[in-house]
Every structure is written in C-alpha cells, then in structure tokens.
T-cell receptor, first 112, second 109 residues
Framework: GQQLNQSPQSMFIQEGEDVSMNCTSSSIFNTWLWYKQDPGEGPVLLIALYKAGELTSNGRLTAQFGITRKDSFLNISASIPSDVGIYFC????????????FGKGTLLTVNP | NAGVTQTPKFRVLKTGQSMTLLCAQDMNHEYMYWYRQDPGMGLRLIHYSVGEGTTAKGEVPDGYNVSRLKKQNFLLGLESAAPSQTSVYFCATGRTEAFFGQGTRLTVV
C-alpha cells in the first residue's frame, strides 16, 4: 500500500527559530495536506495543496507540493510557543481512491 | 455550526463489553471515516463510508463494525472490547480535505 515517510520524527527548537519538515511518498499524490494536532484535540487542517509545484502560505506557515508529486514540505517561520504540537502530512491519490494516507507525524517542541 | 462532533469524549470499558461511538457532521459531506491513533503509529483507518448506506473496510477493521444509516451520522461499534482496542478514536469527514472531530479516548481494562 501507499506509505508516507515524514521527517523528522521530533524537533526541539528555540522560540524565534524557523522549522522545516517534509514528507516523501512511494507513489504519486494529487493532493497534499498538512495538519496540526494540539494535545487532547483532533487534527486541524493547516494547508491544502493541489498542484505539483504549488507553494501556499498560511500566516507563518508555507507548504509546497513537490514537482515529482511524491513529496511535500512545511516550513514554519519565527516559531512561537503555541506552535507546539504534532504536525501530520497526508496525501490523496485521487480518482476512485477515497482514502487519505497519513505520515506518522512530527512532534514539535518550542522552548520559550 | 458544530462541524464534526464525537460522543462520548471519554470511556472506560471492561474486556468483553460492547459500545458504540457516534460521529455526527453538519457539513453535508458524503465521505466519513473512522481512525484510531496510537503512539508511534500515526492515524490508521478503521472503516469508511462514501455515502448513506455504504461502508467499507480500512487498514485495521478487525474487531469493529460500522453503520451509516443517515448521511450525517457514522457509528463505530465494538462488539467485544479488548485491551488492544485502547486508543484514541477520531471521526473525519470530507473527500480531498478531511475534517476531524475532537476524538474519543477509550480505555479497555
């Protein structure tokens, strides 16, 4: 089946630093999604990407859909303590496939 | 506009007991999903539905059953709970963009 490799598994950074995380897939996706999960909550959609090469921003967050359609990255600039959480990538191959494939997440800790 | 609502939020079961988790959505989505989340395992799909009256198996369906009698509701049932089913369960709706509920934390003792 489809697999997503998300890295790094965890990051510990200082407030104000920039962060980068990425996902790679064994197969092509038509959609890439990035979610954030706060402790005790459900994942919340941050950014959705629909075209190869697409670069989309949401405040301090920027995500890109890789040209090969097999990867995506998420950058967070000038991190703040409330950025703490687990970030998940997810991919959708489209067509008759209704299911999202999720990465295992990147745990981000921000030291004030 | 509540989005996706899961009930209950917490539950403790004894081994062998049964229970039903309810997911209700007001987003008029055809697609609904049940996931479980375990440490280090990410989100794993249990069952899903592409419309009222339809259900299908995901990655980890064993020990669970589902029903989608109404478009807005998707029920997840555990007929005979086992400790291995201790997990956090999430319902989600939507096709290309999934929107999640707040989760149900289930402990089976």
């Amino acid at each position: 089946g489809q697999q997503l490799n998300q890295s790094p598994q965890s990051m510990f950074i200082q407030e104000g630093e920039d962060v980068s995380m990425n996902c790679t897939s064994s197969s092509i996706f038509n959609t890439w999604l990035w979610y954030k999960q706060d402790p005790g909550e459900g994942p919340v959609l941050l950014i959705a990407l629909y075209k190869a090469g697409e670069l989309t921003s949401n405040g301090r967050l920027t995500a890109q859909f890789g040209i090969t359609r097999k990867d995506s990255f998420l950058n967070i600039s000038a991190s703040i303590p409330s950025d703490v959480g687990i970030y998940f990538c997810a991919g959708h191959s489209g067509g008759s496939n209704y299911k999202l494939t999720f990465g295992k997440g990147t745990l981000l800790t921000v030291n004030p | 506009n509540a989005g996706v609502t899961q009930t209950p939020k917490f539950r403790v079961l004894k081994t062998g007991q049964s229970m039903t988790l309810l997911c209700a959505q007001d987003m008029n989505h055809e697609y609904m999903y049940w996931y479980r989340q375990d440490p280090g395992m990410g989100l794993r799909l249990i069952h899903y539905s592409v419309g009222e009256g339809t259900t299908a198996k995901g990655e980890v369906p064993d020990g669970y059953n589902v029903s989608r009698l109404k478009k807005q509701n998707f029920l997840l049932g555990l007929e005979s709970a086992a400790p291995s089913q201790t997990s956090v369960y999430f319902c989600a709706t939507g096709r290309t963009e999934a929107f999640f509920g707040q989760g149900t934390r289930l402990t089976v003792v």
